[in-house]
């Protein structure tokens, strides 16, 4: 194995190092972010940072680049409170890759990528309404990361939407069913294949397969 020290990795051109280490993350999931301004302006962007953070009460998490770089998402989240998170699938990888282009704040990416925003009665931010596992979000907390510029923005689930075909009848979510992809660094997308599931690890017990 070949050692990378932290002072090659800096010295590298900015594009190499964070192709490199997007990448050294591993696989993550891939989500189209659904806003709105409070003038109106609908807005849609690509993250592949999101975390589970609990589920009980159920939150899940996302890092926001700093606010120079990417600052409608963050800026509509704050001014309103919500958002929604839909999972990008096989059919519209192209689109939701377009969404990470830089467009001014009085354009839609919706619009502008050929996506169609699905306004839900009750829910003050837009669905994607070609994906098909989606949940709507209210803020909980933004949390500023002092030693890169970033944001991590806590929300909590209010509503999920999805084919009940997806919904194994533990609760797990069947994502490979859904066709939603995984990412890989800044622009690599892969189908995700399930390899196995095994029931909940105890000490002394044999590892035991379920599915």
């Known amino acids: 194995m070949t050692q990378i020290t932290q002072a090659q990795i800096q010295s590298w051109e900015r594009f190499y190092r964070g192709h490199f280490i997007n990448s050294l993350s591993g696989y993550k999931s891939g989500s189209l972010i659904g806003t709105v301004s409070p003038e109106g302006q609908s807005n849609l962007a690509i993250f592949s940072n999101l975390v589970h953070i609990g589920a009980d009460p159920a939150l899940i998490g996302f890092v926001n680049r700093p606010r120079e770089a990417a600052p409608h998402t963050l800026a509509n989240i704050e001014a309103t409170g919500f958002y929604t998170v839909n999972h990008i699938h096989e059919s519209m990888i192209a689109l939701a890759h377009q969404t990470s282009a830089k467009y001014p704040a009085t354009v839609s990416e919706f619009e502008a990528v050929g996506l169609t925003a699905l306004w839900r009665d009750g829910f003050r931010a837009p669905y994607v309404a070609e994906s098909v ?14 030693h890169n510029g970033t944001f991590f923005v806590i929300g909590s689930v209010v509503e999920v939407w999805l084919n009940e075909n997806y919904l194994e009848a533990d609760g797990f979510i069947d994502l490979e069913k859904a066709g939603s992809v995984a990412t890989l660094g800044i622009d ?24």
Do not use: D, H, N, T
Request: aromatic fraction near 14%.
């Open 133 to 146: 596992v989606q949940y709507g979000m209210k803020l909980v907390e933004v949390i500023p990361i002092q």
């Open 188 to 211: 690599g997308y892969y189908r995700a294949q399930r390899l196995q599931r095994f029931a909940y690890a105890k000490p002394g017990q044999a590892v035991k397969v379920i599915s």
